[in-house]
């Protein structure tokens, strides 16, 4: 199966990513790149059966053609179909043999199974099945086909066995005045036909259709196909902001049923994203928005006011522009042969730019060559409402994905207050992900790919910000780079959201005491699409925005990170990222407040977390209430961070950097889970060191001067173990410093001496 749908991927992530999450079940968490799924087991593989005959191609065309016939529900299942496409290829081209070829036969299975239920619970298909006893639609029976696609989809059974797929075009425009339409279907089994119908009459007609199994001469059944006339009507659309017609994400979804209408002149980002992702080759131009609650879905970026010949009927429209925004959600009666016209007025619930705070993505991979590219994607940030998205150049041992045109402020673009920037994500290796931000050029070379401390010293005379992906959702060997390189000072700054929010890497240094800034990113077009999930950064009110004030402030560590909620944490005058010294034994006066969109959004949790725990939290099961806050005394000790936590109805989160209370001569740490947590890091220094010496151990042993991946890793080790050895002696300062406070608490305990300020 699939033969036809994926030639073979690069192998991304290869021996260094593990799958958090994929779209097998319909729901993505966290998908970094093209991570590797987990194999089989013995009791999974053992329900393999034998291929079924036409599946691959008959799945291609599904993929293809069959998008616009499905409900929700219906999509889930269709995603389901090209997870399977994507691992079978994972595991075909992996290095392993016989394991693999087993997992690969297994997801092809998977896929198969998929197509089955696609075809029988939610696509419409037409049985004609021609066992004695059985009984077959009457022929007078008129059939309505979707004028979109003209596809007719048709079970066919002339007698008991397996499943099995064809496809066929038929062209109407031919006469059969005494025979009709032969279609080639399979003795035996339930035979699953695909129709691809040319040049459909409008007017009401029928045709004769005659199936035809191997070695039959003639066909062995016969059944007659009246079609029946759409009724048409037409609907007009145009959407506003506060001051002019915007760009903003469109759905189109037929009301009952929920099929989904691709808007005509919806923009068609292909070119620049989905031709490199081979999962998303076929999935046309809409995108699937892996928002929370209600609002999750697939939508279309639209631009212009929109003209569009829909089947008479009541049809649901959303319209969604960021989370700053109100969604618009209508249903709407379109009438045959009439005119149904509508003029959105897109509306605030809140505004954070007049606050001082402005949105980005992190992560965005597209290309971005040419003025075409960049009216593409400047309109997709205005549609979604990001003001600074960061779009990523993507390397890997061998090559660069998403090519841009240039760096630096000649080559951003802008357009009413909305910018992209180019960036890379690169490297992507053993370590795990990197991405350098407001670059001047490229930082790339072969010969150091493992050294991420050149790299960022690199980015950082450039004036650009370094820092670690897949922090969140702890991917791709993230855990790797932010042991190494964090005890070396030169992390500016750790994604901690992409399609959910993930703190558990996150806590684990910053419980040791680092600084670590919070930001956020959707990953498109893998994990999601822009602006699903952003950073906020603080640029402050008065100030004039521009992407160098928001690189600013992301330096410095204002932000929060948010799929909803919009927060605010303050002691005194200080924000998010800044360092507050205690000066006294006094407790400090800290206010947190979260906002949300009534019945979306609106916060169900506000929550003060002190050093990785909720110091305080207060709750409303009021969806409707729009606000929570929050005001505490705290006692700091000898120091801690803080930070603010807050949870919609709808399930969305969000999460500020912290606020650091750093007492002199003390570390703002987690003493009594420190020594633990070091020996975490420790024991991922372990791990990386292994992984090293198994990629030496392959280069040594097998010789293959085509392994790139393991050559790299091999070439680099010796360097790597620098950084690895300097990492280790800072871990163990660390223990140092730590005895040195217990012992210092001990005495003061033992004494009755108050402690040191």
Request: aromatic residues 8%; hydrophobic residues 40%; glycine residues 8%.
């Amino acid at each position: 199966m699939f033969e036809l749908l994926a030639k073979p991927l690069s192998t991304i992530c290869r021996h260094s990513c593990v799958v958090v999450a994929c779209l097998l079940v319909g729901t993505l968490v966290g998908a970094a790149h093209e991570t590797s799924p987990p194999p089989p087991t013995d009791a999974e593989l053992a329900l393999v059966e034998p291929p079924l005959a036409g599946s691959d191609a008959f799945a291609a065309e599904a993929l293809l053609h069959l998008r616009s016939q499905l409900d929700e529900a219906g999509l889930l299942v269709l995603d389901r179909v090209e997870a399977a496409v994507r691992q079978r290829d994972q595991s075909r081209w992996s290095q392993t043999s016989g394991v693999n070829s087993e997992a690969g036969e297994y997801y092809r299975w998977r896929g198969e199974q998929a197509l089955l239920e696609l075809l029988e619970k939610h696509l419409p298909v037409l049985t004609l099945d021609y066992r004695p006893g059985a009984k077959t639609p009457n022929p007078d029976d008129a059939l309505a086909i979707n004028p979109q696609d003209d596809l007719l989809l048709l079970k066919v059974i002339l007698a008991d066995g397996r499943p099995s797929f064809r496809l066929q075009d038929w062209d109407l425009t031919a006469e059969y005045p005494h025979a009709s339409f032969n279609v080639d279907v399979a003795a035996t089994g339930e035979c699953y036909l695909l129709l691809s119908l040319r040049n459909v009459p409008e007017s009401e007609n029928s045709s004769l259709i005659g199936f035809k199994p191997p070695g039959s001469a003639a066909p062995v059944r016969m059944h007659a196909l009246k079609f029946a006339p759409r009724q048409w009507g037409h609907l007009a659309l145009d959407i506003e902001d506060e001051t002019s017609p915007t760009p903003a994400l469109l759905s189109i979804a037929s009301n009952p049923g929920g099929r989904l209408w691709e808007p005509p002149g919806a923009m068609d980002f292909r070119p620049l994203m989905n031709d490199i992702v081979q999962h998303l080759g076929l999935a046309g131009r809409g995108y699937m928005f892996y928002l929370p609650g209600a609002l999750r879905g697939r939508y279309w970026i639209v631009a212009d006011p929109l003209e569009v010949t829909l089947p008479a009927g009541k049809w649901d429209i959303r319209v969604l522009h960021g989370p700053e925004y109100s969604p618009i959600m209508e249903t709407v009666e379109v009438r045959a042969d009439e005119w149904t016209r509508r003029s959105y007025e897109l509306k605030r619930w809140t505004n954070m730019p007049k606050a001082g705070w402005y949105s980005g993505d992190d992560h965005v991979h597209a290309r971005l060559m040419n003025s075409e590219d960049a009216a593409k994607l400047i309109a997709y940030a205005r549609a979604t409402d990001v003001h600074v998205a960061n779009i990523l150049e993507m390397g890997d041992h061998q090559r660069t994905w998403y090519l841009q045109r240039g760096y630096g402020p000649e080559f951003r673009v802008h357009e009413q207050g909305h910018w992209l920037v180019p960036g890379q994500e690169d490297p992507r290796s053993v370590l795990g992900h990197a991405i350098g931000l407001n670059l001047k050029e490229q930082v790339r070379d072969l010969d150091k790919y493992l050294l991420n401390d050149w790299l960022a010293e690199e980015i950082h005379r450039q004036g650009g910000l370094y820092g670690h992906t897949h922090v969140g959702a702890n991917a791709c060997m993230a855990h790797r780079q932010m042991a190494i390189f964090t005890p070396l000072g030169i992390v500016d700054f750790n994604s901690i959201m992409q399609a959910d929010l993930g703190t558990e890497l996150y806590y684990n240094l910053l419980n040791l005491g680092f600084k670590m800034t919070a930001s956020a990113g959707a990953d498109t077009p893998y994990g999601g699409t822009i602006g699903a999930t952003r950073v906020y950064a603080y640029v402050g009110p008065d100030e004039a925005f521009t992407p160098d004030a928001w690189f600013a402030a992301l330096g410095k560590g204002q932000t929060f990170v948010t799929n909803g909620p919009m927060l605010d944490l303050r002691v005194g005058d200080s924000r998010p990222g800044d360092e507050v010294e205690l000066t006294s034994d006094q407790p400090l006066h800290v206010t947190l407040a979260a906002r949300g969109l009534a019945n979306h959004s609106a916060p169900k949790e506000l929550t003060l977390v002190k050093l990785g725990e909720p110091e305080k939290t207060i709750a409303s099961e009021a969806a409707s209430q729009e606000s929570l806050e929050l005001s505490v005394d705290l006692n700091p000790g000898d120091g801690c961070w803080i930070a603010a936590h807050a949870k919609g109805h709808d399930g969305s989160q969000a999460h500020t950097t912290p606020i650091y209370l750093v007492r002199p001569g003390h570390r703002h740490w987690r003493q009594d889970r420190a020594e633990e947590l070091i020996d975490r890091q420790l024991a991922i220094l372990d791990e990386t060191d292994q992984a090293l010496a198994e990629s030496e151990q392959m280069v040594s042993t097998r010789g293959n001067q085509l392994d790139y991946w393991n050559r790299l890793n091999a070439e680099q080790a010796k360097e790597v173990r620098v950084r690895i050895a300097k990492a280790r002696a800072a871990y163990e300062h660390l223990r140092q410093v730590l005895q040195q406070e217990q012992k210092k608490s001990s005495s003061a305990r033992h004494t009755g001496a108050p402690k040191s300020r």
